[in-house]
């Protein structure tokens, strides 16, 4: 009865957020052409696939769950590269790149489990997916990062120092 609350609540809201989406279907989940807050999406939809997933977890027999939090984390995918091409802000990045590495995490989880359960190779390859996806994340901020300070013309010894004291965070 929690889960079915809980997944009514994340659909209202996905019906508050995004204009022209009235699927009131737990299953729906909307476009991302349109969104007035894609990171207030991101929360959404990672809280309704957490839901599925546990919904599973708690009822295996509920196979559907496990494939629509799979779906949903596809659909996060996609909205985490939208994302991610259009913030430069070095508080949104720390968020971002916290808030990312759970949702790939979980993802990889959720194809896992579908691929020990069904033996479709596709969720083999998707879980790979997620988790390259995950690393070129850290990756490409990285090279960012670093391009950036080059191009402003910082010097080496500063660039040290400011490694040493992340590293010391």
Do not use: C
Request: aromatic content about 14%.
């Amino acid at each position: 009865r929690q889960w079915n609350q809980a997944l009514l609540n994340f659909q209202e809201a996905l019906l508050a957020l995004v204009p022209n989406f009235n699927e009131r279907r737990f299953h729906a989940n909307p476009s991302l052409d349109k969104i007035f807050s894609k990171t207030l999406l991101m929360e959404i939809l990672s809280a309704k696939a957490a839901t599925f997933k546990m919904r599973y977890i708690r009822q295996p027999e509920r196979m559907d769950d496990l494939r629509q939090a799979f779906n949903i984390y596809s659909i996060l995918s996609d909205l985490i590269e939208k994302m991610r091409q259009g913030y430069k802000s070095e508080s949104f990045k720390l968020y971002f790149g916290e808030k990312v590495y759970y949702v790939y995490q979980d993802a990889v989880q959720t194809a896992l489990l579908l691929y020990e359960m069904t033996q479709d190779k596709s969720f083999k390859y998707a879980a790979f997916t997620f988790s390259e996806k995950s690393k070129a994340a850290v990756l490409s901020d990285a090279i960012s990062e670093s391009q950036a300070k080059r191009f402003a013309g910082l010097p080496s010894h500063l660039l040290i120092e400011e490694r040493n004291i992340k590293n010391h965070l």
